[in-house]
């Protein structure tokens, strides 16, 4: 047998932000293939999820998204044309537009978000129930602290 194989190799010691850089890379490379799949940047499958159960303004999809109003004008008109979103008036605004998810858009997040949980989670079950609980925790702590921080609705 060999020993030298990646299968019996230890596992490169990691400090805390090379590790959690690196995990970044492995979910966002997954993310990115399965939003390909269904002809979506990891970006566009992003701002579908943030509107699956909300209707909002230009301005605040820009900021949970931390993208350029015009920037997130571009991915709402793409998603438009495809059928994935659709613009709504605001009443008594006749300036002011929301974006809502169509039934098509919601249909793709869904499939979409299925896939990322049943991968990520094939991964995860690699950590012991009492690893994954205290890696759980950790992370609350660090996306509570990002988005209280910067001020991004969840």
């Given at each position: 047998?060999?020993?030298?194989?990646?299968?019996?190799?230890?596992?490169?010691?990691?400090g805390l932000?090379?590790?959690?850089?690196?995990?970044?890379?492995?979910?966002q490379a997954?993310?990115?293939?399965?939003?390909?799949?269904?002809?979506?940047?990891?970006?566009?499958?992003?701002?579908?999820?943030?509107?699956?159960?909300?209707?909002?303004?230009?301005?605040?999809?820009?900021?949970?998204?931390?993208?350029?109003?015009?920037?997130?004008?571009?991915?709402?008109?793409?998603?438009?044309?495809?059928?994935?979103?659709?613009?709504?008036?605001?009443?008594?605004?006749?300036?002011?537009?929301?974006?809502?998810?169509?039934?098509?858009?919601?249909?793709?997040?869904?499939?979409?978000?299925?896939?990322?949980?049943?991968?990520?989670?094939?991964?995860?079950?690699?950590?012991?129930?009492?690893?994954?609980?205290?890696?759980?925790?950790?992370?609350?702590?660090?996306?509570?602290?990002?988005?209280?921080?910067?001020?991004?609705?969840?």
């Amino acid at each position: 047998m060999d020993t030298h194989s990646p299968d019996h190799d230890p596992a490169p010691e990691l400090g805390l932000v090379d590790g959690l850089i690196q995990l970044s890379f492995i979910l966002q490379a997954i993310l990115g293939r399965l939003a390909s799949q269904e002809g979506l940047s990891v970006t566009q499958l992003r701002m579908l999820a943030v509107l699956e159960d909300r209707e909002i303004g230009m301005r605040a999809l820009a900021g949970i998204l931390e993208l350029e109003k015009s920037s997130v004008t571009g991915l709402v008109d793409r998603a438009e044309r495809r059928g994935l979103v659709q613009r709504v008036a605001v009443p008594g605004n006749r300036r002011a537009v929301h974006v809502t998810v169509t039934d098509s858009g919601r249909s793709i997040v869904r499939l979409v978000h299925d896939a990322v949980r049943t991968e990520i989670g094939h991964l995860a079950d690699t950590l012991s129930e009492r690893q994954q609980g205290s890696f759980r925790r950790c992370l609350e702590t660090l996306i509570h602290h990002y988005v209280t921080r910067h001020a991004i609705p969840l």
